[in-house]
């Protein structure tokens, strides 16, 4: 039996190992759990980047994020460009205003942005970064964010004015929209989406400045945490010196907004099921990239580093016919638009440099490396050791990541260090050349668009 409805779930800054299935001491997660135990899961997996926009963009081309630029849009399909093509339904949910400006709405029939319980309609066709602008509401919340950008420049005034930022933000119930109304509009438009269909929700639940229920924030904490205090941890989150209990409130808030997603989640589990939909419906669950607590002197993601806190995403795939599987090799999240569209029985573009995951769901043991990137640094990784490259400044970081997981103490085996150094040159090579083929390719098919015109 053919299967042709997938629904791909992302949360925003999940990091794996704070999920309970993935053997985190709070539970965090029981529906992601229970999904779980009847899916393949990947205990090893890594996104291309540590911020959402380049992570998002490579997980839905399967390019690095470093390849693509908006001049290649037109050669370079997403998921659901392929997918609307070939007569899928293309839903994408999300609340995160960023993605408007992305390649990413392109091939979605319906991209829904939804912030603060008001939706924002943008029926694409096509990539029109003004029209996009111009649908955009400014919200209160859009414009504090704008002053947020402008204070972040001055440390002195930085502290006292994001307080009353973060404050007013959660006062109005933060400043994306919570997975209960992501859910619920999914829920309320099921009934009119036709086979075959691709869903794509984005959860921003447990992005920066969360703010859970105080019920589900005393499942994982045993109390709740004022919205005044949590408004100061957030003003002392980027640039602050932590004490402990500072810190273990941050992560509280952090899990309690896990807790929270992962109810709404098992939601939508729930609805598929009653709805005899889930024994015919692919569901993964994956997030964009982590979230640091401090394992480098940092917190949130706001810097680029490409340490495993920031990387290490779950990699959940359920469905029929897939057998459950705990996968322990190293993978990339490049390969899921290959997997998703393989799963659909369908062949992966021209430019997707990803590999489908299925024959590893099937039980072929294959370590697949994973590259990462942001701005200069370069990072190459596989079962066992982990290079970090700067390939402006040339500093290099090995870790032995079995010995060192929270990759602490550099080693400094010259012969390791050089045998990892090539493997990134290989990967260099490989990222200039693929640039001038897409660079080309490009050119060459808006000269073809032109001529056709001309010929018309
Ligand atoms: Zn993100």
């Not at 081309?61 to 849009?73: E, G, H, K, R």
């Amino acid at each position: 039996m053919r299967i042709n409805k997938l629904i791909l779930i992302t949360v925003d800054s999940l990091r794996a190992d704070h999920l309970s299935c993935y053997g985190y001491h709070k539970l965090t997660s029981p529906n992601i759990d229970e999904l779980a135990r009847r899916s393949c899961v990947f205990y090893k997996c890594f996104s291309t980047s540590c911020f959402t926009y380049p992570s998002l963009i490579s997980l839905h081309t399967s390019l690095y994020p470093s390849m693509w630029s908006p001049s290649i849009n037109h050669i370079v399909p997403t998921i659901a460009v392929l997918l609307s093509k070939l007569g899928f339904t293309t839903i994408g949910i999300h609340s995160n205003p960023f993605l408007l400006r992305s390649p990413i709405p392109q091939g979605f029939e319906l991209f829904i942005d939804i912030l603060q319980g008001k939706i924002l309609k943008h029926k694409v066709r096509k990539r029109n970064e003004s029209k996009h602008r111009k649908a955009w509401k400014i919200t209160f919340n859009e414009k504090l964010r704008r002053i947020e950008k402008y204070i972040k420049g001055s440390r002195i005034l930085y502290r006292p004015l994001a307080f009353i930022y973060s404050y007013l933000v959660l006062t109005r119930g933060g400043d994306k929209a919570n997975g209960e109304s992501i859910v619920n509009y999914v829920l309320e438009l099921f009934e009119k989406i036709n086979e075959p269909f691709f869903i794509w929700m984005h959860f921003m639940d447990v992005h920066y400045r969360y703010n859970p229920p105080d019920d589900y924030l005393k499942e994982v904490h045993g109390k709740s945490i004022s919205t005044l205090k949590r408004a100061w941890l957030y003003s002392k989150m980027k640039f602050a010196k932590l004490s402990e209990s500072e810190k273990e409130a941050i992560v509280s808030l952090y899990d309690g907004a896990i807790r929270y997603v992962d109810k709404q989640i098992g939601s939508l589990v729930k609805f598929l099921k009653e709805h005899g939909v889930l024994n015919t419906t692919y569901l993964i669950i994956t997030s964009d990239h982590g979230e640091e607590f401090g394992e480098h002197g940092d917190y949130g993601h706001f810097k680029p580093k490409l340490y495993n806190e920031l990387l290490h995403v779950p990699l959940i795939i359920y469905g029929p016919g897939i057998s459950t599987n705990e996968i322990r090799c190293t993978t990339s999240l490049i390969d899921l638009a290959p997997t998703i569209l393989d799963l659909l029985g369908i062949k992966k573009a021209t430019f997707m440099l990803g590999r489908s995951l299925k024959p590893i769901m099937e039980g072929v043991e294959e370590d697949r490396p994973a590259i990462s990137e942001i701005k200069d640094l370069i990072s190459y990784q596989d079962n066992r050791y982990k290079l970090i490259v700067n390939i402006k400044t040339g500093h290099k970081e090995l870790y032995d990541l079995e010995n060192d997981p929270r990759e602490q103490n550099p080693i400094t085996s010259s012969k390791l260090v050089k045998d990892y150094e090539e493997k990134v040159k290989k990967y260099l090579l490989m990222r200039s050349n693929m640039r001038k083929i897409l660079f080309r390719e490009s050119v060459r098919s808006r000269i073809k668009t032109l001529k056709l015109s001309r010929n018309v």
